[in-house]
C-alpha cells in the first residue's frame, strides 16, 4: 500500500514538472523613422549575380510547407555563400505526411555600400521615369481592355434584345389564329 501511493507520488510529481510552461519574453524600444530628430542617410549598393543556379532543399512535415520553403531558401544560400536567391522558383513534393521542399535560383551579394551621392540621382531618375512609362502604357492598355469588355457587352445586350423581340413576334404569329 505504501509503496502504490509513493509510486503514485512520484508518477505525479514527474509529470507535473514535464508540463511546465517556458515563457520568454523580448522587448525593444522603436522609434518611427520619420521623427525629425532622426536624419536619414540613404545607402546604395550593387548587387552581383551569379550565373550559375543553386539548389536548396528541406524535408519535413506536409503540414508546414512554408516553413519547409524558408529552409529551402536558407540551405540554398548558405550553399553558396550568397545574400539573397533571386527568381526563386519552389518545387514541393508530398508522399503521405512528408514534404520535400526544393528550392532553384540564381544566388546574388551586395557589394560596394556607399552613400547616396547625385551621381545616383540619374539612375533614381531614369527608374522613376520608366516606371511612369510603364504605368501610363499598362494604364492605356487597361483603359483598351475596358473598351473591348464595354462593347462586347452592349453586343450582347442587342443580340438578346434581338432574340426577345423574334420570341415575342413568333409568339404573337402562332397565338393570333388560336385566339380567332
Known sequence: MKTSRIIFFIFLAITSISCSTMFQATEA???????????????????????????????GSAASINSLKIFALDDAIKKSNADLLIGPQYSITTTNSKAVVTVTGRPANYKNFRKFAVKDTIVID???????????????????????????????????????????????????????
Open 29 to 59: 524600444d522603436t522609434i518611427n523613422i520619420n521623427e525629425k530628430r532622426i536624419r536619414q542617410t540613404p545607402l546604395i549598393t550593387d548587387l552581383i549575380i551569379k550565373n550559375d543556379k543553386v539548389e536548396g532543399k528541406a524535408i
Open 126 to 180: 531614369y527608374l522613376t521615369l520608366k516606371a511612369s512609362l510603364e504605368t501610363n502604357n499598362s494604364s492605356a492598355d487597361n483603359a483598351q481592355v475596358e473598351q473591348k469588355a464595354k462593347d462586347e457587352k452592349a453586343q450582347m445586350l442587342r443580340k438578346k434584345r434581338i432574340f426577345g423581340l423574334t420570341i415575342l413576334i413568333l409568339g404573337t404569329i402562332v397565338l393570333i389564329p388560336l385566339l380567332l
